[in-house]
């Protein structure tokens, strides 16, 4: 899948995660230019009916909700036999490995993550969704603090028919709840048993039940108290260990009656005043039942006949004197009773006064800090007898880092009460990549998609490294910057440097490797091509890949084609070319320059001032003839043509010199006698 791209906007960049179901991968989003996370069906379920409609099911399920403490879909789809789910990327860590990691957490910190799952359950309750499947393998943790509740691969409507099928139960064996184990309909406070083992979880650093099987733990959920967290971790105040053990009660009716009411409690739970609050207690298993054996008096029995001694008993009771003393008893018992009821009411009375007294707080202003650093913040709160609450960092375009955006309450509160504020982590930087040893070409467009045109500079520099490679970058690899306010530079290699190419047609093979060493080219021996042709054998009659003149790149190879010899045809011969000055001692710039069967070639260049003879030599061939041309100052004096045939009457008659043969001449040489002065 990596480097894959889903329904033509989605590039699949590395595999992130995965479960028992789906695959998780971060992508990249052509179209709206951000990171996303990718969730992709397994490939061994893409046939099985019944996981393509739970994998729906998620995407329905959070899609509905809109809550920033639940991770955001985004979109869903289908190419092929691949089902996919665009969400939201967090980056950041489970809450799972920061539990591996850190285990057991500040009491604090446990809370403020809880509160968040709270708030999210709250929010999916309250739109008739039960997760049932809250873990810490599902929370993750935003590098912000924030945190997401995601995975509804396995949620329902809490109106809905249960998935729970006969013999299998879906879920974490080690956060479900009773009901959950039992394989009946679970609701709202499934989830809030849940939650409860993840508070125990991340305190203790431990889980609640552990056996050999998923059916001994399921077992354990169903029959065996918890042992209490703050056994474990003695640091826990009380308060929050009475909200783990009422989240855990095995009885529904037990547990909280919704999230809301949870988020209630932990949000109060580190008051000072509740910090110590008494241990909660839970009403005995068999209370109230009204089959429990008890001892019960006697009602409406007929006496049996009374013995001697009865009666004399029963007599002795009757006597005046008897009489008197139960009728004195007949008033103490009620006079006592009154007494003691009224000394309990009045230490009733007092205990409520003296309660009221301790909790009784005053109210405080809370002061305003949105704008000041978080120091100051701090003080002035703690100045004001207040305690600071979970503090939100977010990035902002406009607030300093480390000032204060945002505060939670404002106006009147109680002394010691908690303000959360939200603080400017300042503009949110990118990382940037290491582009060096990758080509230009490769990697502009994602450059430009990014940061736009205007945001990056390309500057090429000769180099020993390849043209069109990366071989410097600012900022550097793995340094952080503001992409909206600073350049990127790139420095990309245009290769070792060009220079004309020298022209090697015509010269012998030595003279030829010599000019390409010096030039710092690369020639083999073992390569060059021997081929017949119009030159004199070792002579270079073509070059490659560079034609005389084009520019040529240093440390490139040539290959030169050589002449193994002249072609069958070919008939090589010398011309004499008598040339004078213009006038008789005056110096003349004379030049000749040779068209043949080797192509056009300049020869001769030089200044005269007397007569001289040049010996020329021409090729000829069947097809094409020699024609050979003196220029004067510049202008021409003489053409002299070789035909094949004149060649080879030459060399029939022995006779190789080939006198001069001017054809085309000037007007004024048209004169013989001047011809002849020539």
Known sequence: MIGHILG???????????????????????????????KVLRQQFVNDEDFIRRFRREAQAAASLSHPNVVSIYDVGQENDTH????????GKTL??????????QVEEAVHIAAQICDALDHAHHNQIIHRDIKPHNILIGKNGRVKVTDFGIARAATSSDITQTGSVIGSVHYFSPEHAKGVAQGAKSDIYSLGIVMYQMLTGRLPFHGESPISVALKHLQEDVEEPRKVNPMIPQSVENIILRAMRKKEEERYESAKAMLHDLNTCLLPERMNEKKIRFIAENAGDEEETRVMPAIGLKTAPQSGNAKRSENRHNLPGAEAAVERRS??????????????????????QY???????????????????????????????????PIDYQFSDTVPKDNVMEQEKSGTVKEGASIGLVVSKGVELDL????????????????SAKYGDDHIEKREVESDEPAGEIIDQSPQPNEEFDPKKINLSFTVSKGQGTFPMPNLIGKNKEEAMAEILKNDLVADEANFIYEKSYFPANTVIKQFPYEPGQPAEKGKKIVLTISSGFLDDAIELPKDIPVSP???????????????AQGSRDLIAEDITEDKHYTVMVIVSKTTNASITVLR???IAEIYSVTYSDAQKMLDSGDETGGPVPENLPAQEQNPDEGAAE
């Open 8 to 38: 033509g906007r989605y590039e699949i960049l590395e595999r992130i995660g995965g479960g028992g179901m789906a695959l998780v991968y971060k992508a990249f989003d052509k179209l709206l230019n951000r990171k996303v996370a990718v």
């Open 84 to 91: 996919y789910i665009v969400m939201e990327y967090v980056e």
């Open 96 to 105: 799972n490995e920061m539990i591996k990691e850190r285990a057991p957490l």
């Open 331 to 352: 008033w103490l018992k009620p006079t006592v009773w009154s007494v003691v009821i009224i000394c309990l009411l009045l230490a009733m009375w007092l205990a409520v």
């Open 355 to 389: 309660v009221l007294g301790k909790i009784r707080v005053p109210d405080v202003t809370v002061p305003n800090v949105v704008g000041d650093t978080i120091e100051q913040a701090k003080q002035k709160l703690t100045d004001a007898k207040l305690t600071i609450g």
């Open 432 to 447: 940037m990549q290491n582009y060096i040893g990758l080509r230009w070409d490769e990697v502009v467009n994602d450059l």
């Open 582 to 596: 213009t006038a008789p001692g005056e110096k003349t710039a004379i030049k000749i320059t040779v068209s043949d």
């Open 633 to 635: 100052n510049g202008t």
